[in-house]
């Protein structure tokens, strides 16, 4: 029999069962919607973090985010496409493809063309800062929230994209992106090898708490050249201490949406918002009861996003936006987090057996 979509993925459920889906969002730089045709999910989980459940058509999530959802196999017996496509508003060219597997009930044949989902509009800002909103924790006591309510360092990082001199380049220039004015440069040696072995000029531990110069971040574009600093520059965390993270998308170049991922930690997404971060009044609309955990956020276009967590865990770890493009172009930085008093809670020595670098 031939069969329509014949290289289209296809689960079969059966009438009436529940699924689980597992969604891994494993694109180099788009920020994906996702839907199935007539179909809603309830999302339980972010991140490998249970969640409180709510029922929606479509999820937004962000590249190295996971998802899972719950889907009720109780409708018509049919074909129905699950679909994905990009999330980008702002005018940056995108691969504005959707990307499809089909979701079949039992018995039903192939040569069923599916239908397609209603999928938000690709430049739907409101769609993702409510969808974002929604994500909370279960705090229950199985399933505790433990987010700081006091804070031992605040930190607070500007989201900058900009043009470096190249002499080699068409233009004379080619694309950088910093943090804090400042582009990550990728030492020959590894941070955490240079931080255990004491090896000196591999990385200095200095990097600014906030941004040497104050502006209206997301104002009129800048393009002006910023003198943007390049250096293999981190931040030294007391163990044990509480830490609030505040990142700020910037207009220099153009504001855009950044999903940011910390390595050794979960985090608390304690808040966000569009707009300059005003530190004076936007704290009071924290939620810290039962925000989301996860180890990866959306900073919103034009906006930022505050994060929580407790630096219990030694060693060096990186922090980087989960855009390939941007992180190969310096977004990133990382945390050496001190060792503790006693032999739980300092870095373990390397394997006798770990490959040089």
């Known amino acids: 029999m031939f069969s329509l979509f014949s290289d289209t993925f296809a689960a079969e459920v059966e ?152 002499t080699t380049c068409v233009n004379g220039t080619r694309l950088l992106a910093s943090l804090n004015n400042i582009s990550f440069v990728m030492p020959q040696v590894g941070l955490l090898q240079a931080h255990y072995s004491n090896t000196p000029r591999v990385f200095t531990a200095d990097f600014p708490d906030k941004p040497p110069m104050p502006f209206n971040y997301t104002g009129a574009p800048l393009t002006a050249n910023l003198r943007t600093a390049h250096g293999t520059r981190i931040a030294k965390i007391a163990f044990n201490s509480t830490v609030e993270l505040v990142l700020q998308d910037t207009n220099l170049l153009t504001v855009e949406s950044h999903p940011f991922h910390l390595h050794g930690y979960n985090f608390f997404v304690v808040g966000t918002g569009v707009g300059n971060f005003d530190p004076a009044k936007d704290p009071a609309s924290y939620n810290l009861v039962d925000p989301v955990e996860r180890n990866t956020v959306g900073v919103p276009t034009g906006g930022w996003t505050a994060i929580r967590f407790r630096a219990d865990n030694p ?25 503790g008093p006693g032999p739980e809670q300092t870095i373990l020595p390397p394997p006798k057996d770990l490959p040089p670098c």
Not at 315 to 339: N, P, S
């Open 15 to 166: 009438s009436g069962q529940t699924y689980l889906l597992r969604i891994i969002n494993a694109a180099l730089n788009d920020e994906l919607f996702f839907g199935i045709a007539g179909h809603n999910m309830t999302v339980v989980e972010v991140d490998a973090v249970y969640t409180r459940p709510f029922t929606t058509e479509s999820i937004l999530i962000a590249p190295g985010q996971t998802t899972n959802v719950l889907v009720l196999a109780d409708r018509t017996p049919n074909r129905y496409f699950m679909a994905a496509r990009p999330f980008q508003d702002v005018p940056i060219t995108v691969d504005n493809k959707t990307a499809t597997a089909i979701l079949q009930y039992k018995g039903v044949p192939n040569t069923v063309i599916p239908s397609l989902p209603h999928l938000p509009n690709p430049n739907d800002t409101r769609f993702s800062l409510d969808y974002n909103k929604r994500l909370r924790s279960l705090n229950s006591p199985g399933f505790p929230a433990k987010v700081p309510q006091k804070v031992d360092r605040h930190l607070f990082y500007t989201v900058g994209l900009g043009t470096d001199a190249c």
């Open 315 to 339: 060693g060096v770890w990186f922090m980087h936006c989960h855009l390939e493009l941007h992180t190969g172009w310096g977004l990133k930085t990382a945390f050496l987090v001190e060792d």
